[in-house]
């Protein structure tokens, strides 16, 4: 058996896969990278060959003008590529439109690098997929038994209580998105509008066939003229409204607390919570866990006695 450790190292590019000569989601440039979705922190511009979904090069070019000089090699779900006899392929990981769980197979073992995942359902993106391994490697953002998140619908119907205009700082990227499309559903009274930086985003969603519902892209005078009415924008442009008092202030997040000053938490997340981690491990059946991203010492603990192997990835 291949060890982790002779197949998949830490490097300070990111996560190596020695035999494939490749990094998953590297935070510097590298020759091959293979990314999981287009986030910031997973996915940096101008890597010599991209291997990804369509979806995340689609965000990627948006939030990128410079990928144009990567040489990109999209996959579909599901579809196996080789590199290097190491073989290859995509499962949806719920996160985010084009958002994958990486499987690598090599030498009969399985190893499955998850990304950043959720289980929760999510209509504006592709549903999360079950994959069985060997060896599973995964974000522990949420493993914490204290985070329960709540259920997306009682978050946004939440929102019915209010009779005035609210500005939602969000994600630009994924959490904008599932928010619009949570108030296109259900809260068909309010008005939405979108910031710009935001609307960009909303278009490549729409270009893959997923519909955001009703929105339009801001316009202060309609916003100021209405009652009820929604505006959504990133979070440097939220932070612009932290004296204003004549709107509801809410901040999206996962988290407990707001970064940014508000009056209220919408607690939506596209990361799993610590029930989702724990379902996550027991589905995929693997038999060692490895944690990356965030503090995995509750699911290290949660594992110890399980008959699961656990350890962070060093
Ligand atoms: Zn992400
Ligand atoms: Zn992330």
Known sequence: MVGVNNFISLSKAGLYCIPGDFYLDPKRIVQTAVISHAHGDHAVPNNVNVYCTKGTRELMAMRYNASARSVFHLKEYREAFDIRGVKISFYPAG????SAQILLEYNSERYLYTGDFKLQDDNSCEAFE????????????????????????????????FDQNVVIGAYAVGKAQRITKLLADH????????????????????????????????????????????????????????????????????????????????????????????????????????????????????????????????
Request: charged share 25%.
């Open 187 to 314: 809260c068909p009274d309010k008005m939405v509008f979108v910031h710009n930086g935001v609307a960009a985003f909303h278009r490549v969603y729409e270009e893959h066939s997923r519909s955001l519902g009703e929105w339009m892209p801001y316009r202060r005078q309609e916003f100021l003229d209405s009652r009820n009415a929604v505006y959504i924008l990133p979070p440097a442009h939220f932070a612009r409204y932290s004296r204003n008092k004549t709107v509801l202030k809410i901040f999206a997040t996962g988290w407990k607390r707001s970064y940014y000053s508000c009056d209220r938490i919408l607690r939506i997340s596209d990361h799993a919570d610590w029930n989702d981690v724990l379902t996550l491990v027991r589905k995929t059946k693997t038999k060692q866990v490895y944690t990356v991203h965030g503090d995995g010492s509750h699911l290290i603990h949660h594992l110890k006695d399980s008959g699961i192997g656990i350890r962070k990835l060093a």
């Open 130 to 161: 079950f994959v069985e391994c060997d060896h599973l490697i995964t974000e522990t953002t949420f493993a914490d038994p204290t985070y329960d998140h709540p259920e997306p619908i009682a978050e946004i119907l939440s929102l019915n209580e």
């Open 95 to 98: 996160h985010i439109l084009g």
